[in-house]
């Protein structure tokens, strides 16, 4: 067995920011997807090995996260390494007053990576300019969510083989939800099909819709799933972003806009990926859950072996 892991400090990725997918070429994910597949090999082989040991990440998250959060600290812990995590950022020095490029500063005297979680869209290339290590983007406000939409990648690769051919309907809150629009960019690297279907108040940016005819992509909006749901081979539903909204009374009259339902799943294509980044607060019912098209939960798990490949590769080690 081959595994491309140990010292690659010429690799494409040492010592790199990972701000946007527009920074993946289709080459680079076949790396990142390669390196995932090895790193799933060896945590289901030994569970946690000392590839990254002596490293340090630190986790700054200045939004609420479960997955993202635990997963990164799980991936630096199976490869060896150790974590700072800053998740309640109210306790830390922001809360005095200081700014993003002085907190990256200073957690970089300490880590070797930083991984950033924050509410304003560009935080990530703010500290990425201040810092000198390695910034992964976790999350900018509504702008994008990288390592989400890699994930969401390898998980449509495991679930259906390929992305060649394939049309991909995008559900719910497209307007704010970040890893759509991660992921409808790292679509346009293939032959897809992408489906938008929301609320008329939370289409898809035109800002990502732009990017993607300028690419050559076919996309299309629609107000209904059925319009589009017989054509589907991966359906990833999203959740209304409630703290995104100004007007509450606005999202309490959309966040129950589209629920899939046992009865949605039985129009559905025999052969079809169901995706959610997760939290889901209603938009998947959980009787889908025994479905076997219903890959959320090994969605979640691909996450490990993505972060870890790509804290492998930022760090040399991949
Ligand atoms: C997503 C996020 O934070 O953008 N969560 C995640 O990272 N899995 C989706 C969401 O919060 O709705």
């Known amino acids: 067995m081959h595994l491309p892991l140990g010292d690659q400090r010429s690799g494409r990725f040492y010592g790199k920011d990972i701000l946007s997918v527009s920074q993946f070429s289709r080459d680079d994910l076949?790396?990142?997807?390669g390196v995932a597949e090895a790193m799933r090999t060896m945590v289901r082989h030994v569970g946690t090995f000392d590839l990254l040991k002596g490293k340090i990440l630190?986790?700054?998250?200045?939004?609420?996260?479960?997955r993202t959060q635990s997963s990164f600290m799980a991936a630096m812990q199976r490869l060896g390494g150790s974590v700072?995590?800053?998740?309640?950022?109210?306790?830390?020095?922001?809360?005095?007053?200081?700014?993003?490029?002085d907190t990256v500063r200073t957690l970089e005297c300490y880590a070797d990576v930083i991984v950033l979680r924050h509410h304003?869209?560009?935080?990530?290339a703010q500290a990425a300019a201040a810092a000198k290590k390695p910034i992964i983007n976790a999350g900018d406000g509504p702008g994008e969510?990288?390592?989400?939409?890699?994930?969401?990648?390898?998980?449509?690769?495991?679930?259906?083989?390929?992305?060649?051919?394939?049309t991909v309907t995008m559900l719910g809150d497209l307007k704010f939800g970040r890893t759509v629009h991660s992921l409808s960019r790292l679509c346009s690297l293939f032959d897809v099909k992408l489906r938008f279907v929301s609320p008329p108040q939370l289409e898809m940016p035109e800002k990502v819709t732009k990017e993607l005819t300028a690419r050559g992509v076919?996309?299309?909006?629609?107000?209904?799933?059925?319009d589009v749901l017989a054509q589907t081979d991966v359906l990833y539903v999203t959740r209304v972003q409630k703290e995104r909204?100004?007007?509450?009374?606005?999202?309490?009259?959309?966040?129950?806009?589209?629920?899939?339902?046992?009865?949605?799943?039985?129009?559905?294509?025999p052969k079809m990926a169901l995706m959610h980044p997760l939290p889901r607060v209603g938009e998947i019912e959980p009787s889908v859950d025994d479905d076997p098209r219903a890959a959320y939960f090994r969605q979640m798990e691909c996450g490990l072996y993505v972060r870890m490949a790509l804290l492998a590769m930022v760090l040399g080690k991949a």
């Open 30 to 33: 076949e790396y990142v997807f």
């Open 58 to 66: 630190a986790n700054l998250f200045y939004e609420p996260s479960t």
């Open 84 to 101: 700072i995590p800053i998740s309640e950022v109210r306790y830390s020095s922001v809360s005095k007053g200081e700014s993003l490029p």
């Open 120 to 124: 304003e869209e560009g935080a990530a």
């Open 145 to 166: 969510h990288p390592t989400q939409a890699l994930l969401d990648l390898f998980t449509i690769r495991e679930e259906l083989g390929t992305l060649d051919g394939l």
């Open 218 to 226: 076919a996309f299309s909006k629609h107000a209904k799933l059925e």
């Open 245 to 269: 909204f100004e007007d509450l009374a606005l999202y309490e009259s959309l966040k129950h806009a589209f629920v899939v339902t046992p009865a949605v799943m039985a129009k559905a294509k």
